[in-house]
């Protein structure tokens, strides 16, 4: 059997829905793809403070997981990079998302002023800015483009997910992406962006939404599912 180590960027708080059911989630994907998967939370200010690559070298999977702001934005950001720059299957939920496109854009783009509006209200570029209404424990309905890799691993373009966030990518934004390898690949009725997705990379998905939470039916979520399968054929 498999067996996957999947390193959870976050600083946990048990009081976090979200944090209950990733664990979960994990193992439930786990058992559907026939591994064995193990779990680390590494909290972000031990990112900021210690070798990076040394602390993930070993890990088949990074998840960077909600309840932001961290207590070291550049831990997660770190983290976020190691991921991307060497191949590991990413998986990003609401605040993980929101750090997967600061970091692009600033360590891919040259976007330096990128930041985020909750921790930075004067940021030159809040590529992170308020969302017009607040979505607390709220679902809706989201268009995934038809051809993308979250759409393949939905089976379906259109699908029903559970946020709870009061921030997210700014839709004036997103023509910055435009030519870059970093795409969105996911939208609201409203047109405003809800997952990106990075092309010629094993896996790398973010989204503004909250999959983990099928975990509190006991559901197997597809998108989880394909990461944790994503992290099996990278400890193959």
């Known amino acids: 059997m498999t067996k996957i180590r999947i390193a959870l960027i976050g600083d946990f708080n048990p009081a976090v829905t979200a944090h209950q059911a990733i664990p979960a989630a994990i193992d439930i994907a786990a058992t559907a793809n026939g591994c ?16 990076v690559q040394t602390l993930l070298a070993g890990f088949s999977g990074v998840w960077c997981v909600p309840a932001s702001p961290y207590d070291s934005i550049e831990g997660a950001l770190f983290a976020i990079r190691y991921a991307r720059e060497h191949n590991v299957p990413f998986l990003g939920t609401c605040g993980g998302y929101q750090h997967a496109v600061l970091e692009y854009a600033r360590n891919v783009l040259g976007l330096s002023d990128a930041d985020n509006a909750e921790t930075n209200p004067d940021a030159a570029l809040p590529l992170i800015a308020p969302l017009v209404c607040a979505l607390i424990d709220q679902a809706g309905d989201i268009k995934l483009a038809p051809h993308s890799r979250i759409a393949k691993y939905y089976g379906a373009v259109s699908v029903n997910e559970t946020y709870r966030c009061s921030y997210g990518f700014a839709r004036e934004y997103v023509p910055l992406f435009a030519q870059s390898d970093l795409v969105v690949s996911a939208w609201d009725d409203h047109d405003d962006p809800r997952a990106i997705e990075l092309r010629d990379h094993s896996f790398f998905i973010g989204t503004a939404f909250q999959p983990e939470r099928s975990a509190l039916k006991g559901e197997t979520h597809p998108l989880i599912s394909a990461f944790v399968k994503a992290a099996a054929n990278m400890a193959a």
């Open 36 to 51: 064995e998967a193990s779990i680390e939370w590494i909290p972000t200010v031990r990112l900021a403070d210690d070798d």
